[in-house]
């Protein structure tokens, strides 16, 4: 999609057969027509999701910005988390925490453009569906929860995200342990002289290098939810990924990110961090290891900025916030849900029950019973 193209026309997409406003239909792909079922085609290509220069940071001002929508952003003052959704929208309540503590502001959001979408594919009833059976299950969980499973409670949102390539040259250097044995003598406790082997260990310093490249480092730019948690939905096809287009967003509320570009690097270089850790220590020889250090250089760092669907289901229990999440274009869900205290108790005094059982079992018959 051209940047330039009236923004007018993007938002008002007027069915042409009815005149009402069409949305992106997840199942049919394509803009549909809640009121007589038309639909139009959304053109696709991908020549626009390209990496740019991690130098180019520092000039993103200058890229156009917003959704290409007008919008209504509304700012959580409870998780801080700022959404995007249609400028006509009255009532809201933040989808990541579930609070109606949120502020509008009705103005076009003032963020970098995506370069790149990745449509929904999974429909509201079967992520509906899928949140109803996991909310469903689970010992552990409390009874009353299961009532969720009947609220409409799942929301589809655009996420943002950061994804990053670079090239990364590292020299490492360890202690590598090798396990020796000698036999040693020593006295039972009847008094009996025996043999044992013993080990030790004998460490060498070594060195090597590691040469690694990263492509699609994906950091979300959410200040709603976590890296570790929405990594819980990985993977996602990025193969899939086609040009932004306003026209996919209908319909559906969008994140506008807290996390900047170069917030998003910090945390992609602890993940490129992990990756190479991991690696260095499948060289290290030997039994075991000690005292790794590792220097990194990293080159040739490029990033884009994209728009990725989560189903997201937030509620509150006890005063504490929990969430559902399901990839909006495979299925694969994540989630989190309270625990009833009294369930645990009940286990644990089962076990000791269990324990106790057969303890005094094995004592009564260990009993000696010789006159």
Known sequence: MDHTEDLEKIINVPCGSCGSEMTYDPEKQNLLCPNCGSTRDIPRGNNQVVEQSF???????????????????????????????????????????????VNAEAHDAKVIRPSGILPFKVTKPAALEKFKVWIGKGFFAPGNLKRLAQLDLIRSVYIPFWTYDADTFSEWQAEAGYYYYTSESYTDSNGNSQTRQVQHTRWEWVSGYLDKSFDDVLVVGSSGLEQR??????????????NYDGRFILGHESEVYQKDVKEGYN????????????????????????????ETQRSNISFKHILLPLWIAAYTYNNKVYRFLVNGQTGKISGKKPVAAWKVILLILFIIGVIAGIYFLTKGSGTDTTS
């Open 55 to 101: 130098e180019d940071a520092a000039n993103l001002a200058d890229q156009p910005t917003g959704f290409g929508t007008p919008t209504k952003v509304f700012h959580c003052n409870g998780c801080g988390a700022s959404t995007s959704v249609a400028p006509d929208t009255v009532a809201f309540k933040c989808p990541f925490c579930a609070s109606p503590n």
């Open 229 to 242: 948690f929405t990594e819980g939905i990985y993977p996602f096809e990025m193969k899939e990924i086609v």
């Open 267 to 294: 945390v992609a270089e602890g993940i490129m961090d992990e990756a190479i850790r991991s690696d260095v220590t499948k060289q290290i020889p030997g039994d075991t290891q000690r005292g790794l250090s590792i």
